[in-house]
């Protein structure tokens, strides 16, 4: 499985941008999509994550700001960003992670695209 993401940029704040990732390849039908982000100095975290049944995850604090789906057909993860704020600055990463049960899965990452808020 190969993961490509689009649509990073710069912004400023209290604007938006929408991010999508194509996964080529079969994915295991079991599986979650999801975007992470690490920025200067600090760990990588889940920003959003979405199954294949349609359940959501958000970070508690992009919650009510970012929007994430997913369209099964083309195997694409979208996040729709809004308000953004300048901690929201980082690079974004796609991860798709197959699971062959619930504690046991193939995890799979992009090449990571640069999102830079301005204040």
């Known amino acids: 499985v190969q993961l490509q993401a689009f649509g990073g940029g710069l912004v400023q704040a209290g604007g938006s941008l929408r991010l999508s990732c194509a996964a080529s390849?079969?994915?295991?039908?079991?599986?979650?999509m999801g975007w992470y982000r690490q920025a200067p100095g600090k760990q990588r975290k889940l920003v959003a994550s979405?199954?294949?049944?349609?359940?959501?995850n958000y970070a508690d604090s992009v919650k009510g700001r970012f929007t994430i789906s997913r369209d099964n057909a083309k195997n694409t993860v979208y996040v729709e960003m809004n308000s953004l704020k300048p901690e929201d600055t980082a690079v974004y990463y796609c991860n798709v992670r197959e699971y062959y049960s619930v504690l046991s899965y193939q995890e799979y990452w992009g090449q990571g695209t640069q999102v830079t808020v301005s204040s």
């Open positions: 390849g079969s994915i295991f039908s079991f599986n979650a």
């Open positions: 979405i199954t294949s049944s349609g359940n959501t």
